[in-house]
């Protein structure tokens, strides 16, 4: 396994089916970390209002319990639920608390962002690293959702080229329908993505069109 990043002890390599692990935590730290120093430096700084506003006003209208794109101008409707349900959480449906919800789904987002890397980043320093450039490229705030999905897309995929099995095949379904739910645009490029991925991952192995493959192929599209 060759080193891309960063020198010392090799990190342990994550089983997908171990969700608290050292490791993992560690990773989660980190990301942490990364986020307070953000939010500490961002979080209370400046206003768009034109785009950062529009993005409170939907959350605020969610929260309220009216449907995104049924009763107000908005975007694919699952960043105001999410942020309807931080404001219910919080007892606060200010601009802050918005930033917070945010920063909550970054955290997110940085934390699969840096499992999927894994591989490739081989001590913790140079992970820190990338966690801060990482938030570094979720600029500006109010549209890091689109980063995030991306990255948690990376770490689906990689879970699927690392375990191509039938459980994997179906949670990569069901991003794609929850990638669908943050955003259309998402639901399109992680659908044809995934497809491509898994007829590069079949055809690999096998050369030949098989029940294998179909078979995978309808469970993907199941969970979907």
């Known amino acids: 396994m060759s080193r891309c990043m960063g020198t010392g002890k090799g990190l342990?390599?994550?089983?997908e089916h171990q969700l608290l692990t050292s490791y993992t935590i560690r990773v989660a730290a980190i990301a942490a970390l990364v986020v307070a120093?953000?939010?500490?430096?961002?979080?209370?700084?400046?206003?768009?209002?034109?785009?950062?506003g529009f993005l409170w006003y939907g959350g605020y209208q969610a929260a309220l319990g009216k449907v995104p794109l049924l009763d107000f101008q908005a975007y694919d409707p699952a960043r105001y639920y999410w942020l309807a349900i931080w404001f219910q959480v919080l007892g606060d449906n200010s601009l802050l608390a918005m930033r917070i919800a945010t920063a909550v789904f970054q955290l997110i987002g940085i934390v699969f962002g840096l499992l999927a890397l894994r591989n490739v980043v081989y001590?913790?320093?140079?992970?820190?690293?990338v966690g801060?450039?990482?938030?570094?490229?979720?600029?500006?705030?109010?549209?890091?959702?689109?980063?995030?999905?991306?990255?948690?897309?990376?770490?689906?995929?990689?879970i699927l080229v690392n375990r191509p099995g039938i459980k994997q095949h179906?949670?990569?379904?069901?991003?794609?329908?929850?990638?669908?739910?943050?955003?259309?645009n998402h639901g399109l490029y992680t659908s044809v993505s995934f497809a491509v991925l898994i007829f590069v991952l079949h055809f690999h192995r096998n050369r030949v069109v098989t029940d294998s493959w179909k078979k995978k192929m309808v469970v993907w599209c199941s969970g979907i």
């Not at 342990?12 to 089983?15: K, T």
């Open 170 to 184: 179906f949670l990569a379904g069901v991003f794609v329908g929850l990638a669908a739910f943050w955003g259309r």
């Open 123 to 129: 001590s913790w320093r140079a992970m820190v690293i």
């Open 12 to 15: 342990p390599y994550l089983q």
């Open 37 to 52: 120093i953000s939010f500490i430096t961002w979080g209370k700084v400046g206003v768009n209002l034109a785009d950062e």
């Open 132 to 158: 801060f450039l990482l938030a570094l490229w979720m600029f500006p705030s109010y549209k890091l959702y689109d980063h995030c999905i991306a990255l948690i897309a990376v770490y689906i995929a990689n």
